[in-house]
């Protein structure tokens, strides 16, 4: 089955029972690999928002939103604000300049 073109005459003599064979396999794989990035989606997102994954894996459709639970969700996880540099003093210079040196 591998290295044929795709016009190979062995296709055309494969049974239809095993075509649809071929494509449960094929689906049941596209599932499993759906199913494993979402629980990597919710497994990250479970640092930003505990409460939301939580609701996400105990439900078996997975997490319904409305627009102004969405909205507000996005308020809050993506414009955080940039933490302050703390202003590098003449202290922290020197010691970087000795670590630097040793």
Known sequence: MFGKAPDD???????????????????YEV????????????????????????????SDDGLR?????FDRSYEEHVNVPEPKEEPVTRRRRR????AKDA
């Not at 239809?16 to 449960?24: C, G, L, M, T, Y």
Request: glycine residues 4%; without cysteine.
């Open 95 to 98: 010691r970087r300049r000795l």
């Open 65 to 69: 939103l409305t627009d102004e639970q």
């Open 9 to 27: 005459p062995y296709f055309d003599e494969i049974h239809p029972a095993v075509w649809q064979w071929f494509f449960e396999s094929w689906a």
């Open 31 to 58: 599932q499993l690999s759906a199913e494993e990035r979402k629980d990597a989606a919710v497994l990250t997102g479970a640092f930003f928002n505990p409460e939301m994954a939580r609701q996400i894996w105990g």
